[in-house]
Structure formats: structure tokens, C-alpha cells
């Protein structure tokens, strides 16, 4: 079973630049999420997808970042103006009943580095 | 939001040796899960426990459920030099529907 895959796996950009990371979850997962890894931290909830609509967006910063998962299978994360703070590694991650108890596969990560 | 702390921050130990390491909320968990990640990795998940008082085993890994529902652990026996990572412990979040991190254990095995 193939597993959850990110591209890319690198992003070195400008601060003001934009940037769009992808995810494609595994087969028949219904729930996706996208979290926020800053160096020496525990991955952050920025957003959680149960097919294609939006369960929790909470703490994604509306303001700059966007996700969209338009097909309720590959999504899309983008952030237009990055700034410095964005540097982190952002991980992708699915399931199948989308509960959290059930547990989460999570993609290898795209890390992004703002300079 | 729910905090997650994780204790201790880091170790490093020997070939052979055994590691605990523990897990504290700020509030009642109904699950806890423990995930590892490997360095340019993200976290797989090892050990799920889903009732107070629960102790599970998965290979040379043993975490229990504490009975108060807010702490949880995790046991490493005969740790080799393949077990170097972050040891991350995480849980429900207030929706049940995603998961909150503590800021993980480093591990570090010497041969």
C-alpha cells in the first residue's frame, strides 16, 4: 500500500514569495490533514479535511495561508507572503475514519526554509 | 488548547540500556498515542491505548495508559542504535477529530 506523498520535499524561497506544497493521501482515506513542524516542536493542526470539506482550520493563519482539497483526494497548501517565521517543515497527513483516537500516516514532509 | 508535556527533553544512553519516558495533559484523554520520527521523516505511529490502565506491548516497546487519564508512558527495553529518534506522545484534540503533539523525547543510543 502505497504510503501518503509530498512534493516537494524542499522549498528554499524569499520572504514575500508564495509557495504551494502538494499531498496525496493514501487510497480511500477520507480525512486529511495538514500540520506545521517548527524545528524542536510537535507537529500543529493547520488544517483538517474530511473529503473534500473543511472539519477544523482553526489555527491556520487565514491571512497568508490557503488549502484546498477540491476532488476530496490530493490538497493543496499554499502561502503567499511567506514570512520568516513560516520556516518549518509541513507535514501531510491522512486517515481513515478521520478520528483523532484512530491515529494519522503521515507523508515525509516538505521543508521550507523563508530567507 | 490541550498542552501535552513530555519529559525528559532528551537522552542519551548506551547500547543495551532500557528508557522510560512519560507523557502529562492538562486534561483527560480518552486516547494516547505514541509516534516516532526519524530525522527528515514524518512520525509513524508505534503504540495506540485507548482505556485507563492499559498496557501495551509492541516489540521492545511498552506504553501504558495512566489510570487518571492524563499521563501516559513509554518504555523502551534493550534499546539499540535504530531506536535514535523523537519520541512524540499526542492525543485527541477537543473536536476528536485530529491530534495534539507533546514536544517530543530526543533519543540518542551510543553503540
Known amino acids: 500500500e502505497a504510503g501518503v506523498a509530498q512534493s516537494p520535499r524542499y522549498k528554499i524561497i524569499e520572504k514575500r514569495q508564495s509557495v504551494a506544497f502538494w499531498c496525496n493521501p493514501i487510497?480511500?482515506?477520507?480525512?486529511l490533514y495538514w500540520y506545521q513542524q517548527i524545528l524542536g516542536q510537535g507537529p500543529k493542526l493547520l488544517i483538517q479535511f474530511q473529503n473534500n470539506g473543511v472539519v477544523d482550520d482553526s489555527q491556520l493563519p487565514k491571512d497568508r495561508f490557503s488549502a484546498e482539497r477540491l476532488k476530496g483526494v490530493d490538497s493543496t497548501l499554499k502561502i503567499q507572503p511567506a514570512k520568516l517565521e513560516d520556516s518549518a517543515v509541513y507535514l501531510c497527513a491522512s486517515s481513515l475514519t478521520g478520528f483523532g483516537g484512530d491515529g494519522a500516516f503521515f507523508g515525509q514532509g516538505t521543508r521550507l526554509t523563508v530567507v | 488548547g490541550q498542552q501535552l508535556n513530555q519529559s525528559p527533553q532528551s537522552m542519551f544512553i548506551q547500547e543495551g540500556e532500557d528508557v522510560s519516558m512519560n507523557c502529562t495533559s492538562s486534561s483527560i484523554f480518552n486516547t494516547w498515542l505514541w509516534y516516532k520520527q526519524d530525522p527528515g521523516e514524518g512520525p509513524v505511529l508505534l503504540i495506540a491505548l485507548y482505556k485507563a490502565g492499559e498496557l501495551t506491548s509492541n516489540g521492545r516497546l511498552t506504553a501504558q495508559f495512566g489510570i487518571t487519564r492524563k499521563d501516559s508512558f513509554l518504555n523502551i527495553s534493550a534499546s539499540i542504535p535504530s531506536d535514535v529518534g523523537i519520541y512524540f506522545c499526542?492525543?485527541?484534540?477537543?473536536?476528536?477529530?485530529?491530534?495534539?503533539f507533546g514536544k517530543g523525547t530526543s533519543l540518542l543510543v551510543t553503540p
Open positions: 487510497s480511500g482515506h477520507a480525512t
Open positions: 499526542a492525543g485527541p484534540t477537543l473536536s476528536g477529530y485530529a491530534l495534539n
